[in-house]
């Protein structure tokens, strides 16, 4: 975790090596106001303050800057502006911030990315968001992770460690495998095989060649067999054909 405490540097003219008489010349208004330029040899230094609102400007001898704003502060740039700093950037908000860009906005990290937020984290976009990611992407959530969406295709394999269960349908142009046992209130379908240690349950219909215990297996196909109808001479669907067969 990086340093992010900073402290404001002290007025050379406040410490031990104070302005040494006739070389520092101060001009002062009737109000206060007050304009330093300190010659003493080896502490040269300016200083503007403001008489009653203290706000100041100060610069010391070895090259920093300080500027304190007992008000409020405004800068105001009617073209562009450049910005180059080539330390530590350090930037702390006691107060709540707001970072209103009008147009697009573009950021270019050739580090690492830290970011340690204490409360929530929200996001509103009211158009697409899109993520391109090199490596691997990694989310570790010590409560529930809940996506809702339309429709949630992932296009590669599915790893669950753990149970596959759904209240809708679980399809998949691939294979099935679970380490326990995949369910669905409708149905599970698939191209390729389904596989389970325990079992695969459907409260409709199980479409897909099986592979599991003898207790699956007789219970997908209980499923498959008490649905399938046949269309009669007659033209009319015949009745399921288990009613009972397969207790």
Same mark, same amino acid.
């Given at each position: 975790?990086?340093?992010?405490?900073?402290?404001?540097?002290?007025?050379?003219?406040?410490?031990?090596?104070?302005?040494?008489?006739?070389?520092?010349?101060?001009?002062?208004?009737?109000?206060?106001?007050?304009?330093?330029?300190?010659?003493?040899?080896?502490?040269?230094?300016?200083?503007?303050?403001?008489?009653?609102?203290?706000?100041?400007?100060?610069?010391?001898?070895?090259?920093?800057?300080?500027?304190?704003?007992?008000?409020?502060?405004?800068?105001?740039?009617?073209?562009?502006?450049?910005?180059?700093?080539?330390?530590?950037?350090?930037?702390? %908000?006691? *107060? #709540?911030?707001?970072?209103? /860009?009008? +147009?697009?906005?573009? =950021?270019? @990290?050739? $580090?690492?990315?830290?970011? &340690? %937020?204490? *409360? #929530?984290?929200?996001?509103? /976009?009211? +158009?697409?968001?899109? =993520?391109? @990611?090199? $490596?691997?992407?990694?989310? &570790?959530?010590? *409560? #529930?992770?809940?996506?809702?969406?339309?429709?949630?295709?992932?296009?590669?394999?599915?790893?669950?460690?753990?149970?596959?269960?759904?209240?809708?349908?679980?399809?998949?142009?691939?294979?099935?495998?679970?380490?326990?046992?995949?369910?669905?209130?409708?149905?599970?379908?698939?191209?390729?095989?389904?596989?389970?240690?325990?079992?695969?349950?459907?409260?409709?219909?199980?479409?897909?060649?099986?592979?599991?215990?003898?207790?699956?297996?007789?219970?997908?196909?209980?499923?498959?067999?008490?649905?399938?109808?046949?269309?009669?001479?007659?033209?009319?669907?015949?009745?399921?054909?288990?009613?009972?067969?397969?207790?």
């Amino acid at each position: 975790m990086a340093d992010l405490s900073w402290t404001e540097p002290e007025s050379p003219a406040n410490t031990d090596y104070q302005p040494v008489y006739p070389y520092n010349n101060i001009t002062q208004t009737e109000s206060g106001h007050a304009l330093e330029l300190d010659d003493t040899p080896g502490r040269e230094r300016i200083r503007l303050t403001h008489g009653k609102a203290n706000t100041f400007i100060e610069l010391h001898p070895n090259g920093d800057e300080v500027h304190k704003i007992y008000g409020n502060g405004y800068e105001i740039v009617l073209k562009d502006k450049n910005v180059l700093i080539k330390g530590v950037c350090n930037i702390t %908000v006691q *107060g #709540d911030s707001v970072f209103h /860009v009008q +147009g697009d906005s573009y =950021q270019q @990290i050739d $580090g690492t990315v830290h970011q &340690n %937020v204490k *409360g #929530d984290v929200k996001q509103l /976009v009211n +158009g697409n968001c899109e =993520q391109t @990611i090199n $490596g691997d992407y990694d989310i &570790n959530a010590s *409560g #529930d992770v809940n996506i809702s969406a339309t429709t949630l295709q992932v296009n590669g394999d599915l790893a669950v460690r753990g149970d596959v269960t759904t209240t809708q349908s679980v399809a998949a142009e691939g294979n099935i495998s679970a380490a326990l046992s995949v369910s669905a209130v409708k149905s599970v379908e698939t191209s390729g095989f389904m596989a389970a240690a325990t079992t695969i349950t459907a409260g409709i219909s199980v479409f897909g060649p099986l592979v599991s215990d003898i207790f699956s297996s007789i219970e997908a196909l209980r499923l498959k067999i008490d649905r399938h109808v046949h269309i009669g001479n007659k033209g009319f669907p015949t009745s399921p054909p288990s009613n009972g067969m397969m207790e």
